[in-house]
C-alpha cells in the first residue's frame, strides 16, 4: 500500500500479550463439516431447478447482480459475493466470464462449440412441444459461474483455481466432477455451480450469507444482515423490518444503525440505500457509475447523514457527512474493507484487508497490521467511544487492538465454521461481537 504522507504511515503495533489468542488459525477447523453432516461439496451433486421458473428464462426478480456484469440466482448471490470478498482479500483476483445465461446464450454456446469442432463441450438446449428452444445449462437455473483468472481464462493450477479449491466447498460452490481433470472430454476449470442449499443429493446447506451485525440500543441483542436483506433479530432488538421482500438489484454488503437505535440502513453493492424505522434517506449512488462497488457505510453522529465507502477506498457523502478524503486516487496493496468516523463525526477511518490504516479529519492514527503477514484478511474494524482507539477483526476471528482499544477475547478459539464477517463494539467500548457469514454471533467478554 503507497501512502503519499507521513499522516497516512502505516505502522504495526501487536499487543503480544493480550492477542497471541487473536491469530490462531482456524481456516482449517473452520473449513471442517460438523461431525455427521452430509457435504454437498460431492463430485456428482448438482444445483437444484429454481421452484417456478424454466431454465434459461428465469425472471428478472430472481436473479440479484453480484459483480458487474454477474447475475445469478438471488439465493446463490451472497455467498458468491463473499467468495469474491475472501479472494480479493487474499490477492486474488478472480471475476466472471458467464452467470446467469439465458437460453439464447445457450444456444450460441452450443453453436460456437460445434463450430470449434467441441460439440460435446456445451450443454445442449432441447425444444418444447411449442418449438421454443428449452435450456439445459445450469447456468441456466442462474447457479453457475465460469470464473476469469486475472483478467484471463482459467486454468487448472492458475491462482484462481487454487484459491477456488481450497475456499469455495466451504461456501457452498461446487466443482462438478465432469469439469475436474478426467473427469470427461471437456474437463473445465473455470466452471463452479452453487449447491449451498444442498443440491440435487439433498445434503446439508451451506448458509453463508450474513453480511452485517446491528447492535440493539441496550447491548441485550442484536440483529444479523444477510446479502438478501433479511434481518434476525435477537434479544431486545427492535425490528424495524427488511429489504427481505424487495426485489433488489444487488446484493446486500452492509447495514448501520441509527444513532438512537430506532432505526438502521442497508446498503447495496451498488451503493443503493434502504431505510428503515428513523433512519432518513440523503442520497445513495445507485444511480452512479462507479469505479468500484461500495463496501461499507457509516452514519453521522446525528443520524442525519452517511458516508459510504468503496473497495477502492472513494468516499461517497450524504446528509450532513462531510468529506475529509478518499484513498481512490491511490493504487492500494489490499481492498479497503471498511471504515468508521471519529466520535465527532469530524474524521473516519479506512482500513484495508491487510490491515492498513488511512486516517482522514481528525482520525489520529494508532497502527496498523498493513506490514505484517496475516493468518486470514482484515474484514472489518470498530473504534472506541471517544475516538482513542480502534479494533480490526479478520477473517478467521482474530483481533487485532490499537490505542486504547482493549483487547476482551478472539473469535479464534470460538469454533466457528465459516469466516467472520463484521464486528460491532457495545455503546460503552467495554465488549464487542462478532459474526460470521452462517449468522453464527460471538460476544466479549463472554
Known sequence: MTLLTARYRH?????????????????????????????????????????????GYVSPQRLITVIPGCRV???????????????????VRIGASDCYRPVSGQVSAQRNATA????????????????????????????????????????????????LKAEAGRLGWNHPGWAEPGGSSCPEAWHWEWVGDGGTKGADQIKADVVALLPSTDDR???????????????????MGSAAATPLNWVIVGAAPT????????????????????????????????????????????????WLAAGDGGMFTFGDAAFFGSTGDRRLNSPVVGMTPTADGRGYW?????????????AAFYGSTGDRKLNSPIVGMAATPDGGGYWLVAADGGVFTFGNAA????????????????????????????????????????
Not at 453432516?37 to 437444484?48: M, Y
Not at 433512519?279 to 457509475?289: I, L, M
Open 350 to 362: 479506512l482500513v484495508a484487508a491487510d490491515g492498513g490504516i488511512f486516517t482522514f479529519g481528525n
Open 73 to 91: 440466482a438471488r439465493e446463490a448471490g451472497p455467498s458468491l459475493a463473499l467468495l469474491y470478498r475472501t479472494a480479493a482479500g487474499q490477492g
Open 116 to 163: 470449434n469442432g467441441n460439440s460435446a463441450c456445451a450443454a445442449v438446449p432441447t425444444t418444447y412441444p411449442d418449438g421454443r428452444p428449452k435450456g439445459t445449462s445450469m447456468h441456466g437455473w442462474g447457479k453457475a459461474v465460469d470464473f476469469s483468472d486475472n483478467g484471463h481464462g482459467m486454468a487448472f493450477g492458475s491462482p484462481g483455481y487454487r484459491f
Open 11 to 55: 505502522f504495526w503495533r501487536y499487543r503480544a500479550v493480550k492477542t497471541v489468542v487473536a491469530v490462531v488459525m482456524l481456516w482449517a477447523a473452520a473449513a471442517a463439516a460438523p461431525a455427521g453432516a452430509a457435504t454437498p461439496i460431492q463430485p456428482d451433486n448438482r444445483p437444484t431447478p429454481l421452484a417456478g421458473e424454466e431454465n
Open 407 to 446: 483487547f476482551y477475547g478472539s473469535g479464534a478459539d470460538a469454533g466457528l465454521q465459516l469466516p467472520v464477517v463484521a464486528m460491532t463494539r457495545t455503546r460503552t467500548g467495554n465488549g464487542y461481537s462478532l459474526t460470521a457469514a452462517d449468522g453464527t454471533v460471538v460476544s466479549y467478554p463472554r
Open 221 to 239: 441483542g442484536y440483529a444479523t444482515v444477510t446479502g438478501l436483506g433479511a434481518i434476525a433479530p435477537k434479544g431486545s432488538f427492535k425490528d
Open 259 to 306: 444513532p438512537t437505535g430506532y432505526g438502521y440502513w442497508m446498503l447495496g453493492a451498488d451503493g443503493g440505500i434502504f431505510t428503515f424505522g428513523d433512519a432518513g434517506f440523503f442520497g445513495s449512488t445507485g444511480d452512479k457509475k462507479l469505479n468500484q462497488p461500495v463496501v461499507t457505510m457509516a452514519a453521522t453522529p446525528t443520524g442525519q447523514g452517511y
